[in-house]
């Protein structure tokens, strides 16, 4: 190929723009993860409730099995994230109040939110790219609102919050 041919390629090339994760929180608001949050009180079976995700995100009714593992969590099954749903396999190290870091994953999971009887938990990533409640059942239109309250008061974008249609 010409040079002149290749010149304009690589000039429409470099202006290409890469993809980028969409926050779906304000920044400027602080991100409160759960102080002495115990993690023992995360083992069982979870299924998401809703979630928070670009627009034109498809998750559904995904699960999540947790289980002790010594000082430990595994945590395996399947998640709406910011790009949309994503296996899950993953060992999780308390690293903080609230705060789990996952093996072989970018970003930590925080714990923002747990109601008193442990049937309703609130997690995100600090970067705020995603959002997911998740109930041990199915969740009552009082817990889903206080995660929505707690959600917003964490500085998510609300209005995106997408409820998965109850099995």
């Not at 083992?43 to 593992?69: K, M, N, S, Y």
């Not at 239109?141 to 997408?162: E, Y």
């Amino acid at each position: 190929m010409p040079r002149l041919t290749v010149l304009p390629l690589l000039l429409v090339a470099a202006c290409a723009v890469a993809p980028r994760s969409v926050a779906l929180r304000d920044a400027a608001s602080p991100l409160r993860s759960i102080a002495g949050y115990d993690f023992a009180r995360m083992v069982g079976d979870w299924q998401a409730a809703a979630f928070l995700a670009p627009i034109g995100t498809r998750c559904g009714a995904e699960t999540l099995a947790i289980r002790a593992d010594g000082a430990a969590l595994r945590v395996t099954g399947r998640l709406c994230t910011g790009g949309g749903v994503q296996p899950v396999d993953t060992r999780a190290v308390p690293v903080g109040p609230g705060r789990l870091a996952l093996s072989g994953r970018a970003e930590d999971w925080w714990v923002i939110w747990s109601d008193h009887g442990d049937r309703t938990l609130v997690i995100a990533p600090p970067s705020g790219t995603s959002a997911v409640v998740l109930d041990r059942g199915r969740i009552s239109p009082d817990r889903l609102q206080a995660a929505r309250d707690v959600l917003a008061f964490n500085g998510f974008d609300v209005a995106r919050l997408i409820a998965v249609p109850a099995r």
